[in-house]
């Protein structure tokens, strides 16, 4: 039978303090099964005063499910965002993976192989060992040069980090200074030391840049502190150096693998695959518009 009221004294809600407002019943008959949606308010706390987390939704019916009681667990509260942490390359300026592609068409090489010598033994390969600044750029070029070869192909890793050079996003730009305005905005990024930069010997490339970075209150390279995304010290760094709960962090990166430990940590993550996709939906969980 439906419950006619949200439970309070039930253990996976107390604490909560919600009360169901008055709202007209669904069109579907409670003989069906189904429960009418109620919408909550909360109400302050008798001692703590007003929560500053917003209230829940109770879960969907789950018609596999033989009561209510078996999805309360589900109708955890949303906690404010506080902090905004955003990858760079992929993020801000546009993917390398697409100069990669025309790189390997240009060559004669199968699409695909530079993200393949990258994947493979991702923690102590050239790449990695370039971006924790174990090696420089110039040991980077033959331990790239022999992996590549391990696959039976010819590349120059001194080449294939010249294609690092991306855009920056405008739109993504505009979103990064319109959350520094208001929420704490830091970078999170694997990079490596390069002297000058390589992609920034363009002025114009370099100005740019230099422009999103103004925005970040923090800036975390894995070239300066040692350690890489995944590695999941790098994302409690990062809340370190911000003063935040990871509960209370909304991080945006193009990898699957590096979005895995951060939401595992407890952040709210965003893949950035379509850039007008993604500031959607940071701006659903930030709650203000950002271009």
């Known amino acids: 039978m439906a419950r006619d009221r949200f439970d309070e004294r039930s253990p996976a809600n107390r604490g909560r303090w919600l009360r169901p407002l008055r709202r007209a019943p669904s069109a579907a008959p409670l003989a069906w099964g189904l429960r009418p949606r109620r919408r909550l308010r909360r109400l302050p706390h008798p001692r703590r005063g007003p929560q500053t987390h917003r209230a829940p939704l109770v879960p969907e019916f789950c018609h596999k499910c033989t009561s209510w009681g078996d999805r309360a667990d589900l109708a955890w509260p949303a906690v404010t ?8 390359g992929g993020v801000v300026t546009t993917s390398p993976f697409e100069a990669f592609i025309a790189f390997e068409r240009e060559r004669g090489l199968p699409e695909g192989l530079i993200r393949q010598i990258n994947a493979t033994n991702p923690h102590e390969n050239a790449w990695a ?14 331990l790239f040069a022999a992996e590549a070869a391990a696959l039976g192909h010819d590349v120059d890793g001194a080449e294939v980090l010249g294609l690092l050079s991306g855009r920056v996003r405008p739109e993504m ?12 905005c830091a970078c999170l990024t694997n990079n490596f030391v390069s002297g000058d930069g390589v992609g920034l010997y363009d002025p114009e490339r370099a100005a740019e840049v230099k422009a999103v970075q103004a925005h970040f209150h923090q800036i ?9 995304k995944p590695d999941p010290r790098v994302y409690e760094l990062a809340c370190e150096k911000m003063g935040v709960e990871p509960s209370e962090v909304v991080f945006l990166d193009d990898l699957g693998i590096n979005l895995k430990p951060a939401r595992e940590l407890g952040m709210t993550t965003i893949k950035v695959v379509e850039p007008a996709a993604a500031l959607a939906e940071l701006e659903a969980v930030v709650g203000f518009a950002l271009g």
């Open 81 to 88: 965002i506080r902090a905004v942490l955003w990858d760079f």
């Open 173 to 184: 730009a505009e979103a990064v200074g319109r959350c520094a305005e208001r929420l704490i």
């Open 129 to 142: 060992q370039l971006e924790r600044s174990d090696v420089d750029v110039v040991g980077f070029g033959p």
């Open 220 to 228: 975390i390279e894995s070239s300066k502190i040692g350690l890489r």
